[in-house]
Antibody, heavy 119, light 108 residues
Framework: QVQLQESGPGLVKPSGTLSLTCVVS?????????WSWVRQSPGQGLEWIGE???????NYNPSLKSRVTIAVDKSNNQFSLNLRSLTAADTAMYYC????????????WGQGTLLTVSS | DIQMTQSPSSLSASVGDRVTITCRAS??????LNWYQQKPGQAPNLLIF???SLQSGVPSRFSGSGSGTDFTLTISSLQPEDFATYYC??????????FGPGTKVDLK
């Protein structure tokens, strides 16, 4: 059974950097899946942030690309998100998500981790 | 980027009702359209992919249809566990992937 579990700081100051980790279990991160981050602002809709393949190939949302880095750690079967220059607008629930390589739907989601940007 | 809209933004219905939610894309996305259900405090859950294919384990009362720019999600007989928010998501020429703003279904 595929499971994803996010972990992160919960609270970050404005202008700071967010670092989140997603631990994957039940499947190798080197399998034929893409590994994504999706966020949801309080009471708002869903925004795709970016994704990574186990080879290190990445795709990012153009709206966030200048501030985002996604990396993969195959030895620990996990991947991570770094989001820089945070503002209050980045306050959101952050989900790690996966999609099969040749498919374009997200079939497994983590439970999410809430980030608040505040001084 | 392709923009997605949904209507209505919310609706009230009773158990047993037939419910239809509409999703519209800003350009032709063929059948690259997926539907998710999100309950309060939970992550979204995939219901329908490729416009009309039912994800494994999803009850058959859920169905999807459409192609091009107009799509629908239908719940044939609303059950108590179906009160939730529903999102469409396009994957044509993705990434980037974009989601609709959501439709909240609550109890009348």
């Amino acid at each position: 059974q595929v499971q994803l579990q996010e972990s992160g700081p919960g609270l970050v100051k404005p202008s700071g950097t967010l670092s989140l980790t997603c631990v994957v279990s039940g499947i190798s991160i080197s399998s034929g899946n893409w590994w994504s981050w999706v966020r949801q602002s309080p009471g708002q809709g869903l925004e795709w942030i970016g994704e990574i393949y186990h080879t290190g190939s990445t795709n990012y949302n153009p709206s966030l690309k200048s501030r985002v880095t996604i990396a993969v750690d195959k030895s620990n079967n996990q991947f991570s998100l770094n989001l820089r220059s945070l503002t209050a607008a980045d306050t959101a629930m952050y989900y790690c998500v996966t999609r099969p390589f040749i498919q374009n739907y997200f079939d497994h989601w983590g439970q999410g981790t809430l980030l608040t940007v505040s001084s | 980027d392709i923009q997605m809209t949904q209507s209505p933004s919310s609706l009230s219905a009773s158990v047993g009702d037939r419910v239809t939610i509409t999703c519209r894309a800003s350009q032709n996305i063929r059948t690259f359209l997926n539907w998710y259900q999100q309950k309060p405090g939970q992550a979204p859950n995939l219901l329908i992919f490729a416009a009309s294919s039912l994800q494994s384990g999803v009850p058959s009362r859920f169905s999807g249809s459409g192609s091009g720019t107009d799509f629908t999600l239908t719940i044939s007989s609303l059950q108590p566990e179906d009160f939730a928010t529903y999102y469409c998501q396009q994957s044509f020429n993705a990434p980037p992937f974009t989601f609709g703003p959501g439709t909240k279904v609550d109890l009348k």
